[in-house]
Every structure is written in structure tokens, then in C-alpha cells.
């Protein structure tokens, strides 16, 4: 018996899940897929970090100017 699925925000984990209730029809389908928390945790944090990313080029460019 499959009580949980755990992965993480991947859309092929979706057609997994679906799958599985097709399989296995004692699944709970996608009440029992757990995404995880971390990895949307990480997501969250990369996009915030990307927010402040300057590239090489801008970054040599802003270094390189006189005062």
C-alpha cells in the first residue's frame, strides 16, 4: 500500500502521481503527492537571490568607472 508520494515541483511528477491512481486504485491520487517543502524553499530563495544578480559584465563595468 502507498500512503504518500514525495518529490519535488516537476511537472512529470504530476503524470507519475496519475499513474499510480491508475495502477494502484487504493492511492489517493493527488491528495496523497507531497511536494517538497525545501525544495520550494530553494525555489523561493533563487528567485529572491536573482532579484539582486548583476552580471560579470555590469559588475567589471561599475568597478571600472572613475569617481
Known sequence: QIWSVTCNNASNNNVIVENLVAE?????????????????????AKSLIHEFDVTKKEAHKALDKPE
Open 24 to 44: 494502484v486504485p487504493a492511492f489517493g491520487g493527488a491528495a496523497s503527492h507531497t511536494r517538497c517543502f525545501l525544495h520550494m524553499v530553494n525555489l523561493v
